[in-house]
């Protein structure tokens, strides 16, 4: 199961890169804006990913507060952690 979930930067205007642990485990990652909408889903992806505050239809997500969910295939709790995209 994944046991760490972080983002860096927390706050950014290009990208923020989301990594987890054990790197090597596939997962699939949600993100939500602040209404609790998904704004951006990807599956089967390793540790790395790079999302560069664009929904599912590639459009520019305004600024604000961000959720990234994340879990493994095997794992019903998932983990998660929030982060902030300005201009």
């Keep these: ?50 999302w560069n505050g664009t929904d599912n239809y590639g459009q520019t997500c305004p600024n604000g507060v961000y959720l990234c969910r994340i879990n493994s295939i095997n794992q019903t709790m998932p983990l998660q952690t929030k982060v902030l995209k300005i201009r």
Excluded at 10 to 39: C, E, H, M
């Design 1 to 50: 199961p994944i046991t760490q979930l972080n983002a860096t930067p927390r706050t950014f205007s290009q990208n923020t890169r989301l990594n987890w642990s054990p790197a090597q485990t596939k997962a699939n990652l949600t993100i939500y804006d602040a209404t609790g909408k998904s704004v951006f889903t990807v599956k089967n992806v390793t540790s790395g990913f790079i």
